[in-house]
């Protein structure tokens, strides 16, 4: 009985051993998928400011990983003499701030052209406009454009 005991044993000792190492081997880092940066990015292209009426329309064209595209933040700052306006020649300070989804009845998408119709701005007013796009990754840095001036017509 004692010799089929230590075959048992040794069997026992041999499955035991063959699950460690199988279970050793398989261990490795695993991390959460991360975005690529150079695959993952866009970039604006080209940004269209234009006035109709009591709206601004932004047309813009964008380059590289588009469809990456999540929501967008369109940011304007009245330029006049009025106590919450700014001035053409100092820094950039947006007064007004708009957030789309892409989802959004102000935004239209055809592949890489987005266009946002804003309105219910001040039509006698010049405006500064700039647009701010973020990434489906948002460890990915964002997309911002030049800012743009827009005068009523």
Do not use: H
Not at 45 to 69: F, H, I, K, S
Request: with cysteine; charged share 25%; glycine share 6%.
């Amino acid at each position: 009985m004692s010799k089929r005991r230590d075959d048992i044993l040794q069997i026992f000792a041999a499955v035991a051993l063959a699950f460690l190492l199988v279970g050793l081997v398989s261990c490795g880092k695993r991390d959460w998928p991360a975005p690529k940066v150079s695959e993952d990015r866009y970039r604006i292209r080209t940004v269209n400011v234009t006035r109709a009426q009591n709206c601004v329309v932004v047309d813009m064209e964008l380059a590289g990983a588009w469809q990456n595209l999540d929501s967008v933040r369109l940011l304007l700052e009245p330029i006049g003499t009025g106590p919450d306006d700014g001035c053409a020649e100092c820094p950039f300070q947006p007064r007004i701030v708009r957030f789309y989804g892409l989802g959004a009845p102000e935004v239209r998408r055809d592949m890489n052209r987005l266009i946002i119709t804003a309105c219910d701005i001040d039509p006698k007013k010049t405006y500064r406009v700039q647009v701010v796009g973020n990434n489906i990754y948002p460890t990915l840095s964002l997309v911002i454009s030049p800012i743009t001036i827009v005068a009523p017509q």
